[in-house]
């Protein structure tokens, strides 16, 4: 029998109004669970993202024997301090962040643990964390690098580690194991990756510092219970910004969203590209700065991306390269070979399906290209179950000429659920239907 799953139908020719937010910041909301399990006493998280991936964290974490409390979809309170060995194995779902960042804390366990997921987790690569935590002595088996994870206890020591490429997922796992070892451990990235981790842990009391691009964990530390209200997730913002700039006599304001400088490397390139944006930071929340985000409709210019800022606005490249479809002239992205191996190949994926709406890409083994201005025309396309796919093939819509139907659509909400009422709020026209 077929499983009936979430489309939307998208009616373009309608310029977005009004001010809105988004849902709470998904990578935090991952940290706070997990981190709040680690603490002493009990934790109280406002503003969390109650969505797929962060909603596979928090049921490992209970599955651990944590008790938690929910008080509505977005508040909730953690009785951390003591994990205990779970009934079976721990599934994460589609969660890549949320396993790569319990494998670390797991290896630290005095009991073995499994750490398991969908078959699209099962499809993504696991030894640039499995390596750097065997350094330090954790037993993680595999199957050739890949889910599921079995984890035997064993005694972990410090280590100095230079990564071979910038990572916040494997970064988070070595700092955390770190907070179980025996000895200092030395992080030293390449360049700058996401650093909600080290903002996160300092506030909790870890220590811990950063210098530059390196970051050092002393042993010993007992972190202590937070109140922590989430900010609005800026990769999520990222679809009806980019919707403002590209959809005719737009013009929307975005509040309390975070601003973090490891995250906002998308902004930095559409102010390159000519993008009308006005940002004003309000304050920090945690550690992490805080602000409204004006967007309107701009003429855009391509640009050339590569280098650091790629790491700065990885989840992102989806929503880019529709931005990059209205920018005059040529846009080239390199470095970017990392989004191949995210929930699907998104170079790949987005360019086949940017095709069906009648763009002109290419893509290259790291990266694409393209030649605009361009014209998009209404056709049915396919989301993949990958939620920064169908959420972008969806923005793109809404400047087609005629109407599209996006398949697939459901796992919208792993990152951002309501975003077709978010969408709507701000004069979308998108409608959410079931198909077979």
Not at 296 to 305: H, Q
Not at 379 to 384: C, E, N, P, Q, R
Not at 418 to 433: H, K
Request: aromatic residues 4%; glycine residues 12%; proline residues 4%.
């Amino acid at each position: 029998m077929a499983v009936a799953k979430d489309c939307f139908r998208v009616h373009s020719g309608h310029a977005l109004q009004g001010t809105t937010t988004v849902p709470g910041d998904k990578s935090l909301s991952h940290r706070a669970v997990m981190f709040g399990a680690l603490a002493q006493g009990t934790s109280h998280i406002k503003g969390w993202l109650a969505a797929g991936d962060t909603e596979a964290s928090l049921g490992a974490i209970q599955a651990l024997g944590v008790h938690v409390e929910r008080h509505s979809a977005h508040e909730l309170t953690i009785a951390g301090g003591q994990l205990h060995p779970p009934q079976g194995a721990l599934d994460l779902v589609n969660a890549g962040t949320g396993i790569r960042l319990l494998a670390g804390i797991m290896a630290g366990q005095p009991f073995a643990s499994v750490l398991d997921g969908s078959e699209q987790l099962r499809r993504r690569p696991m030894n640039r964390i499995i390596q750097p935590l065997g350094l330090m002595g954790a037993e993680i088996h595999s199957t050739n690098g890949y889910v599921p994870l079995r984890i035997t206890p064993t005694h972990l020591r410090g280590i100095g580690y230079t990564m071979p490429m910038a990572s916040a997922q494997v970064k988070s796992a070595i700092l955390l194991a770190a907070l179980f070892a025996d000895g200092e451990t030395t992080v030293t990235q390449p360049g700058p990756a996401r650093d909600h981790t080290e903002r996160m842990l300092a506030a909790m009391g870890a220590k811990l510092t950063v210098d530059g691009n390196t970051v050092v964990v002393q042993p010993g530390s007992t972190l202590k219970a937070i109140n922590f209200t989430v900010p609005a997730d800026i990769s999520s913002a990222a679809f009806p910004l980019v919707a403002a700039l590209i959809v005719p006599d737009s013009d929307i304001t975005l509040t309390n969203i975070n601003l973090n400088p490891t995250r906002t490397g998308l902004l930095d390139v559409l102010g390159e590209m000519g993008a009308d944006i006005t940002i004003t930071e309000t304050g920090l929340e945690a550690g992490e700065p805080v602000g409204t985000i004006r967007a309107r409709t701009s003429s855009l210019r391509g640009v050339r991306v590569g280098g650091e800022v790629v790491v700065r606005m990885i989840d992102e490249f989806p929503i880019f390269m529709v931005a990059s479809l209205f920018a005059d002239g040529e846009t080239f992205v390199k470095d970017a070979g990392e989004l191949r191996v995210k929930e699907t190949d998104r170079i790949a994926v987005m360019v086949a399906e940017l095709v069906k709406l009648g763009a002109a890409i290419s893509e290259t083994d790291d990266g694409f290209y393209l030649f605009g201005r361009q014209k998009l025309t209404g056709a049915t396309v396919d989301g993949h179950d990958d939620h920064r796919i169908s959420m972008s093939l969806t923005i793109a819509a809404l400047t087609a000429h005629g109407d599209s139907t996006v398949l697939d659509a459901r796992c919208a909400g792993d990152s951002f659920p309501g975003f077709a009422d978010v969408m709507r709020g701000i004069g979308a026209d998108v409608v959410v239907e079931d198909v077979a």
